[in-house]
């Protein structure tokens, strides 16, 4: 069983940077892809970065050139470098896992975490 855990989040103004982090534990976690996702009140869930083992990285349009997803596969973490941030930046960050896939498809992936906040204020 894959655990997940994000942390990071907080409250920043905008134009400020924050670093997301999502220790991953429970199998080998070199053999998966690991994702981003977020989701405003009111909202669907939204892909936001993916990263697989290679390393190969995809982004949203909405933060290409500001976010960065990146892994350490030593530390079993995959970060969200996140610059540049916009009040609309504001949600529920989550991780999620999966052992090929790393797309935006939300039902595709098998192992979520609980989520860390982020609020731009503007």
């Known amino acids: 069983q894959v655990e997940l855990v994000e942390s990071g989040g907080g409250l920043v103004q905008a134009g400020d940077s924050l670093r997301l982090s999502c220790a991953f534990s429970g199998r080998t976690f070199s053999s998966y892809a690991v994702a981003w996702f977020r989701q405003a009140p009111g909202k669907e869930r939204e892909f936001v970065a993916g990263?697989?083992?290679?390393?190969?990285?995809t982004y949203a349009d909405s933060v290409k050139g500001r976010f960065t997803i990146s892994r350490d596969n030593a530390k079993n973490t995959v970060y969200l470098q996140m610059n540049s941030l916009k009040p609309e930046d504001t949600a529920v960050y989550l991780c999620?896992?999966?052992?090929?896939?790393?797309?935006?498809?939300?039902?595709?992936?098998?192992?979520w975490g609980q989520g860390t906040q982020v609020t731009v204020s503007s």
């Open positions: 990263i697989t083992w290679t390393p190969t990285t």
């Open positions: 999620a896992a999966d052992f090929q896939y790393m797309g935006p498809t939300v039902h595709e992936y098998d192992y």
